[in-house]
């Protein structure tokens, strides 16, 4: 695809050579993000980050690779700090913004609302999230982390095997990640969720045209053997008509030392998007595997930002400008 300009609604929108390019771009951000060195390219330039259902992650991190790479960022967050809830369309909102900004980023509860915005938009919108449709940066960001886990185990995308755990029906990272698996060959995704929350049946006739292997339970432990990666997500709450449906969900499948030692290889990566549910009644993912070397998800929840800040030089067309904009930090910072 042509990035110049161009909106980030979907993983439909990419080929196989794209995403190779946004991670090698993403590598060579890697220095900038980890404040080896500076980059202003953007200066001057003005990030729109509209969030209108919470963040912390996808907010914060399109807001510091932009400030990464010079620019400013301007943000709104919550439907009702919004002239939304005073019943402006979303396009009336997106003719006035995108006035004050050189590139949005947003995320918005109903499905299909961040191409709605950006059918109006003078400049280029990014989906950080729309409704449980899709969420194609975190998408990106997952896989330039597998990709990287694999990579130091000298295996690649291609012939992966990956089980997605939990909330598959309404989780929009793993609708967006099985479209952009789709991109690579002979891949076995093992989809592990409670039969009322299974992925929609169009993403894994999707999957299985693509020539990939899919398995479909409602059981961890016997799924869970033979797979390079654990990708575990939250129920979504947020997507139920009552708090009592989520609740019968909640904490169906759960992650933990003992059972990732009696069943996992003991190199299969652990991801989840984050945020991890980590309440008593859910505890999907436990904090006893904090310490295992293959817990991935802070690493995971990092290259958000160099797989941002490639695609903000994308879009805004700056990648060869910027090392020559590069200089030394000032700074020490602890741990880096
Ligand atoms: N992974 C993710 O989208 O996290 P946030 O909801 O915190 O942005």
Redesign the pocket.
């Known amino acids: 695809m042509k990035f110049t300009a161009s909106h980030i609604l979907s993983i439909a929108q990419f080929e196989r050579a794209d995403i190779e390019y946004i991670f090698q771009v993403a590598d060579q951000m890697r220095p900038y993000a980890h404040r080896q060195k500076l980059t202003r390219v953007l200066d001057g330039a003005i990030l729109g980050n509209l969030?209108f259902?919470?963040?912390?992650?996808?907010?914060?991190?399109f807001g510091s690779a932009f400030n990464l790479l010079g620019g400013e960022v301007r943000e709104t967050t919550g439907l009702s700090n919004s002239a939304l809830a005073k019943g402006e369309s979303l396009k009336d909102t997106a003719r006035v913004l995108s006035g004050y900004s050189d590139v949005i980023a947003m995320?918005h509860p109903d499905n299909g609302s961040v191409s709605e915005f950006a059918s109006a938009s003078r400049v280029p919108v990014v989906n950080?999230?729309d409704g449980s449709n899709e969420?194609p940066t975190?998408a990106l960001l997952d896989l330039y982390t597998i990709q990287s886990e694999l990579t130091s185990q000298k295996r690649s995308i291609d012939r992966l095997r990956i089980a997605m755990i939990g909330d598959l029906r309404f989780g929009?990272?793993v609708h967006s990640l099985c479209h952009l698996l789709c991109l690579f060959d002979k891949v076995k995704v093992v989809l592990i969720s409670p039969s009322e929350l299974q992925m929609p049946e169009s993403i894994v006739e999707m999957m299985k045209e693509a020539g990939h292997q899919v398995v479909v339970s409602d059981q961890l432990e016997s799924n869970i053997s033979d797979v390079d990666i654990v990708y575990s997500t939250r129920i979504q709450e947020e997507r139920f008509a009552t708090q009592q449906e989520a609740d019968l969900y909640r904490g169906r499948f759960r992650l933990n030392q003992q059972i990732y030692t009696k069943y996992c290889q003991p190199n299969t990566v652990i991801m989840h998007?984050?945020?991890r549910d980590s309440r008593l009644s859910a505890n999907e993912l436990d904090v006893d595997l904090d310490a295992n070397p293959n817990l991935a998800i802070f690493r995971q929840?990092d290259n958000?930002v160099v797989v941002r800040m490639a695609l903000f030089a994308l879009i805004l067309d700056v990648v060869d400008q910027v090392d020559a904009h590069a200089r030394p930090v000032n700074w020490y910072t602890p741990g880096r």
């Open positions: 969030f259902e919470p963040s912390t992650r996808t907010r914060i991190s995320r950080g999230g969420h975190q929009r990272t998007p984050l945020p929840a958000g």
